[in-house]
């Protein structure tokens, strides 16, 4: 364990600094290369000239972390896929391509397609490599397979952008792991070549039986989402309203396998396996039984990001507890961290491993002052107590990133966790032990899966119950990145405080909380003073126009539009939102624009300067175009694709602006 003893959290930081600055600058392969070359040589000479001197200076320092930045930045680089020559992306032609590729997950699918993510092997005939997202018809009633090999001639599709502003872009998410394109096939159009029974299908296959080892049980829908979720880490059966009602009550973490869950194995693990300590080898038996259930347990939920994080971390606990040393917690963390990104630089863009490290982190930081605010000595009552103040220690290191990630802040964490801890706890065991029974001895299976029933009931009940609470959750709240930041600023003043009650202490977090309300005022002033029209891009027509804190949406079709109209305000720091219904003509800075829908119906005399064609109107686009010769013609996503492509050959001979929001996205006009 003497790895623990150097300075790994300051070199896991340096790490991270080299993948963002990588991320946010694309620094060209040849300046990353000078950069590691000239940074390993002044690491060397600062390494050697520190072994002849007693006490180091801050040199070696500068060196050390300098060369270790440089690693991040090319590890970074390394892990994209799009900057090798043999990618998919420099060899495909801008129609139909010949793809030869193996399917090596199933996604979530959505009501007209299933999804897979697809490993390219031959892209025209030529070796490639690469990841697509393949979109297949629910018309092919015969799914595809992990490990299946396929082949197909489509033409391959950018993944689209965010079309409206302050929307989760999904391609940007898409892109951090290195998928960049999509293909659509309807029946007919796959030809399966071959089943490869690699890894991915062993490990799929394996989950699925262990899946269907609970048909016997007869669960409902419901139940069988909950299992599925706990113990296996699939979320793709459960539905919407479920995990909304989690998500209401502050509880959603319960729903996806983290530190919490494998940290439930781990200490149960260990309580069970202590006996076998007594015996000859006892304890490395214990070790390597606890580290091989865990890594299995990872495995079978396919080692998303926050499952590998947590039995990596709890791999390096195990380790340090078989060598009966006092291990540095925050070390753990930060080699598990290291690991971690050294494998794939692009988790530290995760949502879910930003979450785990920042609660993990912050429950670490205030565990010592839990003993404070025991007012028992009953073990019951410590236990629940230590739920609570667990509880609120993740809360506060995770608040920042909620906020500025799902806008929303749940009131009623501490009363839901309090309970659903203890039966998430007990679900998790007895569902491990239920299901190792599903394929021992059937007939106690039967028997232990109906005490599990007894648990989810209790748990969804609670769950349904604190949901419908009103107001127990805050929405749509805006908070933006750097706010984020300045929040952690403050939560890292307020913990230095409380290790070290001092004067110059409370005045830095005085100092720090301080900066972040004026940076909070500065950013809504700023906003504020934007004025702007948008045109959105929506099958059932948005137009706003902003004026300070107020906005003015124009639309028939509100519940519609609820999501669009949400992200927009919130994006924007407006606190002031008023419908109107769609109407012909609309003035805004001295600009006239003229509205035409379904009804066709307009003035030639208005002399508009910016004509919104919706709806599909029935109009002779070039006689408009030369009775009133607007400035812009913009067509939105509730017509269909031949009028608007029409619509851009009449404008390009007419010499106007064209602009369509399902090519260009939303349309601008500012004051």
Known sequence: MKLLKFPIITITVSFVLGILANHFLRLPF???????????????????????????????????YSFVISLGVFSHYLHEEIHYKNHYSKI????????????????????????????????NKTEALGKILLYYSKENKEQLSVGQEIWINKKIQPIQKSRNPYQFDYSEYLEKQN????????????????????????????????????????????????????????????????????SKAGVIHILAISGLHIGILYFFLAFVLKPIEKIKYGKTLKMIAILSFLWLFAFLTGLPASVTRAVTLFTFVSIGDYYNQQNNVYNAVAVSALILLIFNPNFVFDIGFQLSYAAVISILLFQPFYKRCYFTKNKIGIYFIDIILVSLAAQIGVLPLSLYYFNQLPLLFLVANIVVIPLASCILIFGSFTLLLNFIFKPFALLCGKLLVIFISIMNSYITMISKIKNGIVENISFSAFST??????????????????WNTFRNCAFAILIFQLSFIFIKTEENKADELLVFNSKKSLISIKEGNKINVFTNSIEENKGLINDYSRGTFTDSVHIIPLQNVLNYNEERILIIDSMSIYKTKLKPDVIVLIQSPKINLRRLIKEVKPKVIIADNSNPFYKMKKWKETCEQEKIPFHTTVEKGFYRLLK
Not at 32 to 51: D, E, H, P, T
Not at 98 to 110: D, Q
Not at 485 to 502: C, S
Request: positive net charge; contains cysteine.
């Open 485 to 502: 930041v300045l929040l952690y600023l403050f939560i890292g003043t307020l913990i230095y405080w409380i290790y070290n009650p001092k």
């Open 30 to 64: 040849l300046v990353i290369l000078i950069f590691l070359s000239i940074s390993f040589l002044v690491f060397v000479y600062a390494f050697l000239r520190a072994k002849k001197q007693l006490f180091q200076n801050i040199l070696f320092g500068i060196c050390c």
């Open 179 to 246: 998928i960049f394109h999509q293909v659509f096939c309807n029946k007919g159009e796959i030809v399966k070549i071959k089943l490869t029974k690699n890894f991915d299908y062993y490990i799929q296959n394996l989950r699925l039986n262990l899946r269907n080892s609970f048909t016997d049980h007869k669960y409902d829908e419901t139940i069988r989402s909950i299992l599925d979720a706990l113990l296996l880490g699939q979320r793709s059966y459960m539905d919407k309203e479920t995990i909304d009602k989690y």
């Open 92 to 123: 495909m032609k801008s129609e139909n391509n010949e793809l030869r590729g193996t399917i090596t997950s199933v996604i979530k699918p959505n009501s007209k397609y299933n999804k897979y993510l697809l490993k390219i092997n031959q892209c």
